[in-house]
């Protein structure tokens, strides 16, 4: 993913969600310019497991656990959806919370996104365009060990 801005402020809004008191080290040059973003989490207690060619099933299933989970996709699939994003730059460009999945309506299968691109706190997508966006990632997924304590 080469969108580090996006990707470091998924980072922080899955530590704030979690609860963890941030410190000025956070703004070490350290995360920054290595883009160590899983190492960011454990440094502040969040443990964390990364999954490639991960599947719907495994999203819904951390869900299901109350984990957070971050994804990598190619935000122009999300944002500028057209035929030439499959033609050109399939590549991972930005980091987004997945909140959840609405089934609602079987024919119309949502995902529920927070995006630090947008400012969307909670914005669906229909399930086929999230999954191309994700594709561009090898399906990759950051999911914490556990759920916030309530």
Request: hydrophobic share 40%; charged share 20%; net charge negative.
């Amino acid at each position: 993913m080469k969108d580090g801005n996006s990707n470091l402020i998924s980072i922080l809004i899955t530590i704030v969600i979690l609860g963890v008191i941030i410190t000025s080290a956070l703004w070490n040059d350290k995360h920054k310019e290595n883009n160590r973003y899983i190492e960011l989490l454990e440094d502040y207690g969040v443990g964390v497991h990364t999954r490639e060619n991960a599947t719907v099933y495994d999203l819904a299933n951390e869900l299901a656990q109350g984990h957070k989970v971050i994804v990598g996709v190619d935000a122009d699939e999300l944002w500028r959806p057209s035929f030439f994003n499959d033609l050109f730059g399939e590549q991972a460009n930005h980091a987004l919370i997945v909140t959840g999945i609405d089934t609602t309506d079987p024919n119309d299968v949502r995902v529920i996104l927070t995006d630090p691109g947008t400012g969307d706190v909670a914005r669906s997508y229909p399930m086929e365009q999230f999954l191309d966006a994700w594709s561009d990632s090898s399906c990759m997924m950051i999911a914490t060990d556990e759920a916030p304590a309530l």
